[in-house]
């Protein structure tokens, strides 16, 4: 079968840098993306990894070990706005569609 | 640039009821994408169209949805005949790339089936 799983909930201050994980098993592999959303918005794109290592984007980071089946988004410098849904997706090479993680709410506090 | 365009963003329909949902892509993506989102199955890829050619639809629940791409920026995704399950977030995404691993998605459509 194929899955991905991530975390249901993350807190953290702002300020505060927050990791959130993902793993995948799937019957093929051609990168990890990651998504936003907040509540009663559209999925945003954020990053892609194909190959394994970290991928910077201004706060946000992405990183991929291929060989763990495993990847994470890492966002420093919280903000207020970071509060929202984020999905990591992988690109299954079987039928050239991605796959969505259930989402990891982020809660940011003051 | 126009993002991608969806429409209705709210429609609310009885029981039995045909909907009819459209998706403008964006000027140039040849990947089209329709999900569907609910609190309890997250976001569910529908169906996958690249060059207006259906590629996956093994994700259609079943008969009572289908969709088509007539053009490169225009489909539809078509519930007939609606039921109260249907009720959910439905949105439309394109894609520059085939397989679309960055993917723009449209503001989306809530169905209320009742």
Redesign the interface.
């Known amino acids: 079968g194929q899955s991905l799983e991530q975390p249901s909930e993350v807190t953290a201050v702002e300020g505060a840098i927050v990791q959130i994980n993902c793993t995948y098993q799937t019957s093929g592999f051609?990168?990890l993306?990651w998504?936003q959303q907040h509540d009663g918005?559209?999925?945003?794109?954020l990053s892609?990894n194909?190959l394994d290592g970290l991928e910077e984007t201004g706060r946000f980071s992405s990183f991929l070990s291929r060989s763990d089946s495993y990847g994470y988004l890492l966002l420093q410098e919280l903000q207020m706005k970071d509060s929202a849904s984020y999905?990591c997706?992988v690109?299954d090479t079987g039928?050239?569609?991605?796959?969505?993680?259930?989402?990891t709410r982020l809660f940011v506090k003051a | 640039d126009a993002g991608v365009i969806q429409s209705p963003r709210h429609e609310v329909t009885e029981m039995g009821q045909e909907v009819t949902l459209r998706c403008k892509p964006i000027s140039g993506h040849n990947s089209l994408?329709w999900y569907r989102q609910t609190m309890m199955r997250?976001?569910e890829?529908l169906i996958?169209f690249?060059n207006n050619v259906p590629?996956?639809d093994?994700g259609m629940p079943e008969d009572r949805f289908s969709a088509k791409m007539p053009n490169a920026s225009f489909s539809t995704l078509k519930i007939q005949p609606s039921e109260p399950r249907d009720s959910a977030v439905y949105?439309c995404?394109s894609s520059p790339l085939?397989?679309?691993?960055?993917?723009?998605?449209?503001?989306?459509t809530r169905l209320t089936v009742t």
Do not use: V, W
């Not at chain 1, 039928?95 to 989402?103: C, E, L, Q």
């Open positions: 051609y990168g993306s998504y918005g559209a999925p945003t794109f892609y194909a999905f997706a690109r039928g050239f569609k991605t796959i969505f993680g259930a989402g | 994408f997250g976001l890829l996958y690249n590629i996956d093994s949105f995404a085939a397989g679309g691993y960055e993917q723009y998605f449209g503001p989306g």
